[in-house]
């Protein structure tokens, strides 16, 4: 299996959010939509052995965390719109719980939480967590009997608290570039594929 964590720094965690502005008043909310769709996403069907979770911490609200899991996802489209609608619906919804995962459909879970509460999910599930950073070695295939999680940020670059709470983790990367979210979860599936 391979888990991707993305944070989305300024999108919303409930409230509206207008599909035709997904860059601008969705907080970004295109590019945590790019990313599931370069996670879960092959040419003809869907990547049964990935998640990916989007960590919606703009206002307002508590911060809320929204898992697809392309092993039981059922409906979901390739494109930024359709992905948005998906996001749209589940933050209507109450946050959950810190924490407690709450079904919104097949293969789409939401929870409150952040990155530390995903973090310590996946040390549980004995989740190997990496860094995306342009600043470290060359990410190279491991050993296939691993889960392997990967963090990455939107359009912004992890925050003080984010990056302390990331101290300890391996690093890698994927070039000497930075590059967008959703080219380096596509790099990440090329490598390890």
């Known amino acids: ?23 601008g008043s969705g ?53 930024e719109r359709a992905i948005g609608g998906r996001i749209r619906s589940v933050i209507s919804d109450p946050v959950p719980a810190r924490g407690q995962w709450v079904n919104h459909g097949p293969g789409i879970e939401h929870s409150g939480g952040d990155l530390e509460t995903t973090l310590s999910e996946w040390q549980e599930a004995d989740i190997k967590s990496h860094v995306l950073s342009k600043e470290a070695h060359r990410l190279v ?15 912004r670059p992890f ?6 709470i990331m101290a300890k983790l391996p690093r890698c990367s994927l070039g000497d570039q930075w590059l967008q979210g959703h080219i380096a979860i596509a790099i990440v599936h090329h490598i390890l594929d």
Request: proline share 5%; net charge negative.
């Open 1 to 23: 299996m391979r888990h991707f964590a993305i944070i989305g720094h300024r999108a919303p965690s409930s409230g509206p959010i207008n599909l035709n502005d997904l860059s």
């Open 159 to 164: 925050n003080p608290d984010e990056e302390k």
């Open 141 to 155: 295939k491991e050993d296939d009997s691993c889960e392997l999680g990967f963090i990455l940020s939107d359009d």
């Open 27 to 79: 907080g970004r909310m295109d590019v945590l939509a790019r990313a599931t769709s370069s996670a879960l996403f092959l040419s003809h069907s869907i990547r049964e052995d990935t998640t990916i979770t989007l960590h919606l911490m703009g206002g307002p609200g508590v911060p809320r965390r929204i898992r697809f899991n392309g092993a039981t996802v059922k409906g979901l489209h390739v494109d």
